[in-house]
Structures are given as C-alpha cells and as structure tokens.
C-alpha cells in the first residue's frame, strides 16, 4: 500500500481538530503530503430568500478572510513540528468538493472528524458530509470521532477560535 497524498477536511469543529493529529501522524509515518481543505458553502444561494438586504459580497469576503485565519489556527497545535502541508480554501458542497479534490489530485487517503454521534446518544454517528465522503470516496477515508467526555465539553462545534459564530 502507497500513501502519498493525504486529504484533511476540516470545518473547525471539534471533531475536526481531534483529527489534526491522526492527519500529520500519518503523513509523517508515510511520508506523505498533507492537503488541508476547508469548504466555504454558497451564503448566496443559502440566504437569498431570507436575507436579501445582507451584502453578499461583503459576507464573503468576511468568511474567506475568516476560514484562511482559522485554516492556519485550527490544526497548527495538532501537526506539531510536521511541514509538509498545504493549505486550500475551497467553496461549494462540502461533501462534493471534498470529492473532486480527491479525485483532482490523486489523494491517497481521506480524515475526517465526525460528530461522535454514538458517544452522544444520536442515531447517526456521522454528520451528513462525513457520511457522503465515506460512502462516495473513491479512496480509504478514516473517520476520527470524539471521545464522550469531549462530546459533552463541546457545546457548539461552529464557534470559531476566536469565538464568532459561524453560519
């Protein structure tokens, strides 16, 4: 088995960065290159119908500004002293981006941190991109969930380091 490429998706969650480790360690171990992504969703199409006064391109601009901040803050403490990293900022369908990346680029392996929805008592374990990626893939994906005890200490897993909220 050859590891060359390995695809991180984050949305800043907890479940997120409680995967950031798994992401380095293994492309550490395999010396592999690490692509981190994070998906920026249409607010346009999202809110056209019930926010039309809201400046899109403002908000746009605000969370472009914000997801390439947090991009930097949210894994950096997980990869430890790992360097062979890079950094895409991406818009869409997260699951669908998520894919055409990995396809684009040849990734070997695809992370992902969940919910942990079976340590929380929901029925899913997965949330629906988590779920997408992993039943769409075209590669081995691993999925790293919360434990329960960081389950229940993590209220929102959209507030961002700086604390905004993220919509």
């Not at 390995?6 to 995967?19: M, N, V």
């Not at 590669?139 to 993590?154: D, F, M, N, R, W």
């Amino acid at each position: 088995m050859e590891i060359k490429k390995i695809l991180f998706a984050t949305d800043f969650s907890a479940g997120s960065r409680q995967a950031a480790p798994y992401a380095a360690d293994l492309a550490r171990r395999y010396g592999a290159k690490l692509y981190v992504i994070h998906v920026i969703q249409n607010m346009g199409k999202m809110t056209a119908w019930y926010a039309p006064k809201v400046d899109m391109k403002e908000l746009e601009k605000t969370m472009e500004e914000k997801s390439q901040q947090e991009l930097q803050l949210c894994c950096t403490a997980g990869f430890g002293d790992f360097k062979n990293v890079e950094y895409r900022l991406l818009k869409g369908a997260p699951y669908e981006q998520i894919l055409q990346f990995q396809q684009d680029n040849k990734i070997d392996l695809i992370i992902i941190g969940t919910i942990g929805g079976h340590n929380t008592g929901k029925e899913n374990a997965f949330g629906s991109t988590a779920d997408r990626v992993l039943k769409n893939a075209r590669c081995p994906v691993l999925t790293v969930s919360l434990s329960a005890k960081e389950a229940a200490e993590s209220t929102d897993p959209r507030l961002c380091s700086a604390g905004e909220i993220r919509l």
